[in-house]
């Protein structure tokens, strides 16, 4: 219940700042020129539309919480950091994507992801970790013609 | 930073390795050719039709790159600022060089390009419904003059060569007609035949179909003169109004390309198009083949973009 | 009658059904792969196609062109990783009957669906396209402006339990769509000058986001070890994956309407499979006698998503062929095909050239044929996929879907977009938000936006265009009544539970 009230109220907020920030920031000449009679409903509209249905539903969870969430399963003791480190690892990931190529950013993150979710079978992980970026982008750039990003690896071509 | 120095020691490592002497240029590793649409779009057609025709003269493999986005402009944008080694193309020659660039700010401009070649020229047609008491364009002035503001027109996207074509035209009749967008040609032409909008401009291979058919009257076209596809449609410089655009498709590369690359790209597309391959899928595919050398289809789109910009500049 | 036996003749050439069959095996298979599309295959093969005979480009173009989708809803079953956006509704309930041990069941449903989906649309392909294509036309934007107002009830059929949660993430999807340029002026929106937002986010890593990276982050709370789906062969197991009558018997009429909305929907420009995914699923739901039990492993929301979705296929060739006109991509690439093969598409193609017509429908036809028997032999083995720890597949579903967003604009920047995806759907989950809502109304609102504008400009800023075109206002009327019947039925299910508690 009181996981509900916060999670209203600071989608609300969130939603006001939006209405009351982000949508004037739309700016255009939409108002003048030769077509500008015909244009009735202006680009500001359906963002006024959202931001105001998002703070109103927000508010709406805020008064009237029904206590249906996860929120237990994350409160579990190592349950946020698990999943911090899953997310952290998967933007590192894309960060390195162009810099070092997907193979080589692939087959770094895997073996991360393995040893830091406790798997210590080495014999598993480090074929794992290597194959299966390789075979992945030979499935994409063979079969379906799509390069990923070479990296360091376009020093083979 | 670390990108850029990983770059740099990439090139270094490349220059050495592949260090010739100064003799003619020759690809080693494959070229690209982006394009700034979506797969089975008309630039796209284009592009690897252009790639099937030309692949055998290269001993490198031409790749199509889709980078759609923003009617073009990512692409465009991409390919004006990698270096001109002849590795990275684009398709270009359509609204994203000649005329979204004078209806909103992009981060490139024609001067970043340096032609390779033209491949084709499409003609712009103004069409109306078949059965609508529109059928030439002095049936049009005259009743979007007699009720000013009421007719309306479907482009294929704000900014979009066909929009600034109906500027154009607008202008040059002196006559008010209401603009309502719509997401590709595709669209706007469905818009027209369910008589949601009185006129529409279409591409020859979209018109022929539907003129085959009966359910389009073909008003204008907004050449210098006429096409052999419909030899009866007039220009609209013939009937007096000055209005001349074109949609063209061609190779393009950043401008710091060398002359020795320039000859070598120009040289073997140019093989590309007189191959059969090229003729056959042109001509099944209406398209007008239309060669220029890279200087000369420059020229072209800087003479249409000046166009399209005095006439937005006037507004 | 000769036609289509002529063109069965040809399509039963040991060479030709060879190319149907391997053009359905790497459908199916880019299908079910997060980022590769039904169109990047279909525009790959195209130039494959210039020296081919009509008959063996056909197969191979539509043998590609109609194994996607069901592709598609394999990876949302197994993995909860819709392949393709049209899934994304099969995945609500298909992933559920994975986890309760139930995917080879989930998978048969689907395809049996599938199967009646695309005959369904060929069935209509054959009788009355261009009739159908006519009533297509006279969509114009206010007629469509209704329907999406109709398609946008589905938002409170698709809420689950927590109506205001349900509500609150369409909003949220509503204004996610409104990143980007706006659709008439093309002025920016939220785009922060970046040149990647002004298409908006890119739809297909927002829906692997909010699906398969959430599901991997949830998961990796636990270390991978548990909430996972496990399949095991035993003979227990065996008879839980069997279909029965009753079955059969609760999926027939939500397949039969799915296929009519599926239909419907795909013969208009501009909506697609996806719309018409979530607008049967809704409305299979909204006409179910336990609404309750959607979202929680219900075989008839899979069979009516992928009846739907699959419906798509057929009925999206009726503009294409009759009109010349392409309602979206993957059949503009097949009327750029037709035209190599030197067919002229349009009103006129039934006259001129029946026989490549009557090959396009025994084409079709054999594809749906060829998808079921390949998708049949291959179920088990590939769902076989699930006995492989999760801390090892979750990583390697990571690196194809990093792959897959990557290469649908080769643009790294939808990758990230991909992650922030991810995380929201993760945040959403935490605080029992549901996603699905999210994605439809994401989905709805460009077109919505897009042509609402395009009616009042016709219109000079008067609603009244909206109550004066008939078809319009059924749709408004229809909209108004789903809404009141679900109000009304929400109030009735709120007494009962009062009454027993």
């Given at each position: 219940?009181?996981t509900?009230?916060?999670f ?5 907020l969130?939603?006001?700042l939006f209405v009351?920030?982000a ?5 255009g000449?939409w108002?003048q020129?030769e ?7 202006g680009?500001?509209?359906?963002p ?6 998002v703070?109103v539903f927000?508010?709406?969870?805020a008064?009237?919480p029904?206590?249906?969430?996860s929120i237990?399963?994350f409160?579990?003791?190592?349950a946020?950091k ?7 690892l998967?933007f590192?990931?894309v960060a390195?994507?162009?810099p070092?190529?997907?193979i080589i950013?692939s087959?770094l993150?895997l073996f991360a992801f393995?040893?830091g979710?406790g798997?210590?079978?080495w014999?598993?992980i480090?074929?794992?970790a ?5 075979a992945?982008s030979a ?6 013609k799509?390069q ?8 083979s071509? | ?8 020691i990439?090139?270094?490592a490349?220059?050495v390795l ?13 070229i ?6 979506s797969?089975g779009?008309?630039?796209d ?7 099937a025709?030309?692949?055998e ?9 889709n980078k759609p986005?923003a ?9 004006s600022?990698?270096e ?7 398709v270009a ?6 005329s ?8 490139y401009?024609l001067?970043?390009?340096r ?5 084709i020229r499409?003609?712009?047609i103004?069409?109306?419904?078949a059965g609508?008491?529109?059928?030439t364009?002095?049936d049009l002035?005259?009743k979007?003059k007699?009720?000013?503001?009421k007719?309306?027109?479907?482009s294929?996207?704000a900014g979009?060569?066909?929009h600034?074509t ?12 209401k603009?309502?967008?719509y997401?590709?040609g595709?669209p706007a032409?469905a818009a027209?035949l369910?008589?949601h909008?009185?006129?529409?401009l ?7 179909a539907q003129v085959e ?7 204008g076209?907004?050449s ?14 013939e009937l007096g109004?000055?209005?001349y ?6 190779i393009?590369g950043?401008a710091s390309?060398?002359?020795d690359?320039?000859?070598y790209l ?16 042109a001509?099944?595919?209406k398209?007008?083949?239309?060669y220029?050398?890279?200087p000369?289809?420059?020229d072209?789109m800087g003479?249409?973009?000046k166009?399209i910009?005095?006439a937005?500049?006037?507004? | ?7 069965a003749?040809e399509v ?14 790497i459908?199916?298979v880019?299908?079910?792969?997060p ?8 525009a790959?093969?195209?130039?494959l ?9 056909m197969?191979?173009?539509?043998g590609?062109?109609?194994?996607g989708?069901?592709g598609?809803?394999i990876s949302a079953?197994?993995l909860?990783a819709p ?8 995945a609500l ?8 041990g ?5 998978l048969?449903?689907?395809l ?7 005959l369904?649309?060929?069935v209509?392909l054959?009788l009355i ?6 009533v ?6 206010a007629e469509?402006t209704?329907?999406?107002?109709f398609a946008?009830t589905v938002?409170?059929v698709?809420s ?11 909003a949220?999807?509503m204004?996610?769509a ?5 659709p ?5 929106r939220?785009?922060f000058g970046?040149?990647e ?14 699906f398969?990276i959430a ?7 636990q270390?991978f070890?548990f ?8 003979d227990?197991e065996r008879?839980?994956?069997r279909?029965y009558?009753?079955d059969?018997?609760k999926c027939?009429?939500?397949v039969?309407?799915s296929?009519?909305?599926?239909a419907f929907?795909?013969?208009?420009p ?9 607008v049967?699923?809704?409305e299979?739901?909204r006409?179910?006698k336990?609404?309750e039990k959607?979202g929680?492993?219900?075989?008839e929301?899979v069979?009516a ?5 699959n ?8 503009p294409?062929?009759?009109?010349a006109i392409p ?14 093969q030197?067919v002229?598409v349009?009103?006129?193609i ?5 026989d490549v017509?009557?090959m396009i ?6 594809a749906l044929?060829?998808t079921?028997?390949v ?6 083995p590939?769902s076989?996929?699930?006995r492989?720890?999760?801390v090892f597949?979750y ?9 897959g ?8 920047f939808?990758?990230f ?6 995380v929201?759907g ?5 605080f029992?938000?549901?996603?699905a809502?999210?994605?439809i ?9 897009e042509s609402?504008?395009q009616?009042?400009?016709?219109s000079?800023?008067s609603l ?7 078809i319009?206002?059924f ?9 009141a ?6 109030h009735k299910?709120g ?7």
């Amino acid at each position: 219940m009181k996981t509900d009230r916060i999670f209203g109220c600071v989608s609300a907020l969130l939603g006001l700042l939006f209405v009351f920030l982000a949508v004037p920031s739309i700016t255009g000449d939409w108002q003048q020129g030769e077509q500008a009679r015909y244009f009735t409903v202006g680009p500001r509209l359906f963002p006024y539309i959202s931001g105001v249905l998002v703070t109103v539903f927000a508010v709406l969870i805020a008064l009237k919480p029904d206590g249906m969430n996860s929120i237990a399963a994350f409160l579990q003791p190592g349950a946020a950091k698990r999943a911090l480190f899953a997310i952290v690892l998967a933007f590192v990931y894309v960060a390195l994507l162009e810099p070092l190529g997907f193979i080589i950013a692939s087959v770094l993150v895997l073996f991360a992801f393995f040893i830091g979710f406790g798997e210590r079978r080495w014999k598993l992980i480090v074929p794992i970790a290597v194959i299966v970026p390789i075979a992945v982008s030979a499935m994409f750039s063979g079969f379906f013609k799509v390069q990923l990003p070479p990296g360091l690896f376009a020093i083979s071509f | 930073m670390k990108r850029l120095s990983i770059a740099a020691i990439l090139t270094l490592a490349v220059a050495v390795l592949f260090a010739a002497p100064a003799s003619a240029w020759e690809p080693t590793k494959p070229i690209k050719i982006y394009v700034g649409f979506s797969p089975g779009g008309g630039t796209d057609i284009v592009a690897r039709t252009l790639v099937a025709a030309s692949q055998e003269f290269f001993p490198v493999p031409l790749v199509v790159v889709n980078k759609p986005g923003a009617g073009g402009t990512i692409a465009a944008d991409f390919v004006s600022k990698q270096e001109g080694d002849g590795y990275s193309l684009l398709v270009a020659g359509g609204s994203e060089s000649t005329s979204v660039p004078n209806h909103r700010e992009v981060s490139y401009s024609l001067d970043n390009f340096r032609g390779v070649l033209r491949n084709i020229r499409a003609r712009i047609i103004l069409v109306s419904k078949a059965g609508s008491d529109i059928k030439t364009i002095d049936d049009l002035v005259k009743k979007a003059k007699a009720e000013s503001g009421k007719l309306a027109y479907a482009s294929s996207g704000a900014g979009t060569l066909y929009h600034s074509t109906m500027l154009l035209f607008t202008k040059a009749a002196g006559i008010d007609m209401k603009h309502v967008p719509y997401k590709g040609g595709s669209p706007a032409m469905a818009a027209l035949l369910g008589g949601h909008v009185d006129i529409t401009l279409a591409a020859p291979e979209e018109a022929q179909a539907q003129v085959e058919a009966g359910q389009v009257n073909l008003l204008g076209l907004t050449s210098t003169e006429r096409t052999d596809l419909f030899p009866d449609v007039p220009t609209l410089k013939e009937l007096g109004y000055d209005v001349y655009l074109e949609n063209q498709k061609g190779i393009v590369g950043p401008a710091s390309m060398p002359d020795d690359v320039y000859q070598y790209l120009h040289d073997k597309f140019k093989m590309g198009m007189d191959t059969k391959v090229w003729q056959k899928m042109a001509g099944k595919l209406k398209l007008e083949t239309s060669y220029l050398n890279g200087p000369d289809f420059k020229d072209a789109m800087g003479t249409m973009s000046k166009t399209i910009g005095d006439a937005v500049k006037g507004l | 009658m000769d036609l289509f036996i002529s063109a069965a003749s040809e399509v039963f050439a040991p060479a030709n059904l060879l190319i149907l069959l391997a053009s359905t095996v790497i459908g199916i298979v880019i299908g079910a792969i997060p980022g590769l599309t039904v169109t990047m295959a279909v525009a790959l093969a195209v130039p494959l196609t210039i020296w081919m005979e009509t008959t063996p480009a056909m197969l191979m173009l539509l043998g590609l062109y109609g194994s996607g989708i069901y592709g598609g809803s394999i990876s949302a079953c197994l993995l909860n990783a819709p392949g393709t956006p049209a899934s994304a509704a099969t995945a609500l309930d298909g992933y559920e009957l994975g986890k309760q041990g139930k995917a080879l069941k989930a998978l048969k449903v689907a395809l049996w669906a599938s199967v009646y989906g695309g005959l369904f649309s060929i069935v209509l392909l054959v009788l009355i396209a261009p009739q159908l294509a006519q009533v297509a036309l006279k969509f114009g934007p206010a007629e469509i402006t209704c329907l999406l107002i109709f398609a946008l009830t589905v938002v409170s059929v698709l809420s689950g339990d927590s109506i205001m949660k349900g509500l609150f993430a369409a909003a949220l999807g509503m204004l996610l769509a409104t990143i980007g340029a706006d659709p008439m002026l093309m002025i920016p929106r939220f785009t922060f000058g970046v040149d990647e937002l002004f298409d908006g986010l890119a739809y297909i890593p927002l829906l692997i986001g909010l699906f398969a990276i959430a599901e991997m982050f949830a998961q990796s709370e636990q270390s991978f070890r548990f909430g996972a789906t496990i399949l095991s062969i035993k003979d227990g197991e065996r008879d839980e994956n069997r279909i029965y009558a009753e079955d059969v018997k609760k999926c027939a009429i939500p397949v039969i309407r799915s296929g009519f909305f599926g239909a419907f929907i795909g013969m208009l420009p501009g909506l697609g499979a996806a719309v018409a995914s979530f607008v049967g699923y809704a409305e299979t739901k909204r006409a179910s006698k336990e609404p309750e039990k959607f979202g929680k492993g219900a075989i008839e929301g899979v069979a009516a998503s992928e009846s739907a979705n699959n419906a798509v296929t057929g009925s999206a060739m009726i503009p294409m062929l009759a009109l010349a006109i392409p309602g979206d991509p993957p059949t503009a690439i097949l009327l750029s095909a037709l035209m190599i093969q030197g067919v002229t598409v349009g009103p006129l193609i039934f006259a001129n050239n029946p026989d490549v017509v009557y090959m396009i429908y025994v084409a079709l036809f054999m594809a749906l044929v060829a998808t079921a028997g390949v998708a049949a032999m291959f179920m088990k083995p590939i769902s076989h996929v699930l006995r492989v720890p999760k801390v090892f597949l979750y990583p390697i579903i990571l690196s194809m879907c990093v792959a897959g967003s990557y290469a649908i604009r080769f643009n790294v920047f939808d990758v990230f977009v991909m992650l922030g995806a991810g995380v929201l759907g993760y945040v959403m989950r935490i605080f029992g938000v549901p996603v699905a809502p999210l994605l439809i109304a994401f989905i709805l609102t460009r077109p919505f936006e897009e042509s609402l504008r395009q009616a009042l400009i016709r219109s000079e800023g008067s609603l009244m265009v909206f109550l004066e075109h008939p078809i319009a206002l059924f749709f408004l009327i229809l909209a108004v009544a789903a809404v009141a019947f679900t109000v009304w039925r929400e109030h009735k299910t709120g007494h009962r539970i009062g009454e027993q508690g």
